[in-house]
């Protein structure tokens, strides 16, 4: 079998020929395309850093959050190159244009090292990235325009007027006083679509990958007019604040504009499930030393905790005493009861949110286990290599709401996979453009996604029926959490990058103890 290295080798090559029949745009492309040095800095407002002299609470919110990091990312980068081997190439820039999309869009090919990258390309979603977008036409899969470096000085949109904007409200809080770039007000950026851009993803063959937008579309928040930043992009991250409830402060340097009245915030840390797994991402650009930068990654991942803590409630039932020899019934209620969208979402065939259930004895023997992990960190289910090789049984009480990818197996029925990349039937599933209507047969030729989790305000119920031994001593020990990590780690060992698992984190976001008296 060849090695990673040497299919890796195998494509560049194919990229090579590729390349020499000239580059193309399109989300098949694979080759480079060199930008001179000269262009690069032929557009204002394209770099990040041009932002921070006048908006620098905002560009320090950036630096670190996810946005920034995107591209950056050791998760994103091994699964994209693992799918880019299992397609023989035809992804394309498909992930990567969400991930980099000025890098991509000015010619950087996805199978670049980000070490030969541009700072350009490496600063991922930056300001211009959204702030440039003038159009609000449904798009989704990051197939929107983005200024590239030798375009025109792009116009900066945003929740605000322009100074001088034709027919803008003389009203200090919603004009801007000046700019030294051209502004101009689009309700875009208070609504739910605008972040649908990139958060709802479909494959060219109608597989939907990520359905955070549509579930949140089809969700009580949108009718009750609750948007996605209203949570991501408050004070407190899962907590629904409106723009006009936000705290007002001055959105620029006060050096440069010292007449700026206050403003209503949003936050640009874009709190969500990732974190930053590289050392000292952002650090350099925020001048903080190693104490300060470890007290502001503390600080976001309190945020992160926050968030999911903000999402979910759970409640515990089961009876205050038991006879030893009879059966502990336990249940469990899980609510959504804070994300406008599922839970889990997005990348929810990953994203792993799980119920731990585990009863104790008086002496600390555990009597009972279900949702626990094996010696690799991954639950008991069907993918634990402790499972597969007899050491540990299978955990057939599990609640675990990830999502599953589903395709068809060689006897054309269905059987779930790592990832919606077929490796049992359809080796190339990414055609552009696709080969079959998936109108004809009612769903994709290729994968689909199985949902398991819990829609907005929804509950989802689990009950464990517990033997208790007849020599068991009281009282009893129940513990019960609710866990989140956002991948599991037989898929990074899957992808080739099993060095990643130890900076897997997990989150507890709700958790349970109560003391069951054992009667006799």
Same mark, same amino acid.
């Given at each position: 079998m060849k090695s990673l290295g040497g299919l890796i080798a195998s494509v560049i090559a194919v990229v090579a020929v590729v390349g020499g029949c000239g580059y193309t745009g399109g989300a098949g492309r694979l080759a480079d395309k060199e930008v001179p040095a000269e262009r690069l800095k032929a557009t204002k407002f394209l770099d990040a850093t041009l932002c921070r002299d006048c908006h620098p609470v905002h560009y320090r919110e950036w630096k670190t959050s996810m946005h920034a990091y995107a591209q950056s990312s050791p998760f994103f980068n091994a699964f994209q190159t693992f799918i880019q081997l299992r397609t023989g190439g035809t992804l394309g820039t498909f992930c990567a244009r969400c991930h980099s999309p000025i890098g991509i869009s000015m010619g950087d090919g996805p199978l670049r090292p980000n070490s030969e990258r541009s700072t350009l390309s490496l600063q991922s979603v930056n300001c211009t990235v959204c702030h440039a977008i003038d159009t609000n036409d449904g798009q989704a899969s990051g197939s929107f325009h983005v200024p590239i470096p030798g375009d025109?000085?792009?116009?900066?949109?945003?929740?605000?007027?322009?100074?001088?904007?034709?027919?803008?409200?003389?009203?200090?809080e919603l004009r801007l006083i000046k700019a030294p770039h051209k502004s101009?007000?689009?309700?875009?950026?208070?609504?739910?679509?605008?972040?649908?851009?990139?958060h709802d993803v479909f494959f060219t063959d109608g597989t939907r990958l990520e359905e955070a937008f549509i579930e949140w579309k089809n969700s009580p928040y949108a009718r009750q007019g609750v948007v996605c930043q209203d949570c991501h992009m408050g004070p407190v991250p899962g907590k629904v604040t409106k723009r006009?409830?936000?705290?007002?402060?001055?959105?620029?340097?006060?050096?440069?504009?010292?007449?700026?009245?206050?403003?209503h915030r949003t936050s640009h840390l874009f709190m969500g499930p990732d974190y930053s797994v590289l050392p000292a991402f952002g650090k350099e650009e925020l001048l903080l030393d190693d104490a300060g930068f470890k007290a502001h990654e503390a600080g976001l991942e309190e945020l992160r905790k926050t968030l999911f803590r903000n999402a979910a409630t759970m409640?515990?039932?089961?009876? !205050?005493? %038991?006879?030893?020899?009879?059966? *502990?019934?336990?249940? +469990?209620?899980?609510? =959504?009861?804070?994300?406008?969208?599922?839970l889990p979402t997005g990348f929810a065939a990953e994203r792993q949110t799980w119920l731990e259930v585990i009863v104790k004895d008086a002496t600390g023997k555990e009597l009972y286990a279900s949702g626990d992990l094996d010696k690799n960190g991954d639950l008991r289910d069907h993918e634990s290599e402790e499972v597969h090789e007899g050491?540990?049984?299978?955990?057939?009480?599990?609640?675990?709401?990830?999502?599953k990818f589903i395709v068809t197996g060689f006897r054309g029925t269905d059987? !779930?996979? %790592?990832?919606?990349?077929?490796? *049992?039937?359809?080796? +190339?599933?990414?055609? =552009?453009?696709?080969?079959?209507?998936?109108?004809?047969?009612?769903?994709?030729?290729?994968?689909?996604?199985?949902?398991?989790?819990?829609?907005?305000?929804?509950?989802?119920?689990a009950t464990y029926r517990i033997e208790i031994p007849a020599s068991s001593q009281g009282p009893l020990t129940l513990s019960v959490r609710f866990r989140y990590r956002?991948?599991?780690?037989?898929?990074?060992?899957?992808?080739?990058?099993?060095?990643?698992?130890p900076k897997l984190r997990i989150v507890e976001m709700a958790e349970y103890e109560k003391q069951i008296a054992v009667t006799r």
């Open positions: 025109p000085e792009p116009t900066m949109y945003g929740p605000y007027y322009g100074y001088d904007e034709p027919g803008a409200p003389n009203d200090p101009r007000y689009s309700p875009a950026f208070t609504q739910a679509r605008f972040c649908g851009r990139c006009q409830d936000l705290p007002k402060e001055v959105i620029v340097d006060e050096d440069l504009f010292p007449n700026a009245p206050k403003r409640k515990v039932t089961h009876d !205050d005493q %038991i006879a030893p020899g009879s059966t *502990l019934k336990v249940s +469990v209620a899980v609510t =959504n009861s804070g994300a406008g969208h599922n050491a540990v049984p299978r955990d057939h009480d599990l609640t675990n709401f990830e999502a059987t !779930d996979n %790592i990832t919606t990349t077929n490796r *049992l039937l359809d080796p +190339v599933p990414f055609l =552009n453009p696709a080969s079959t209507a998936s109108a004809l047969m009612g769903r994709p030729f290729s994968a689909r996604q199985f949902k398991r989790g819990i829609p907005p305000l929804k509950t989802k119920t956002n991948l599991p780690p037989h898929l990074l060992a899957d992808i080739g990058a099993p060095d990643l698992r």
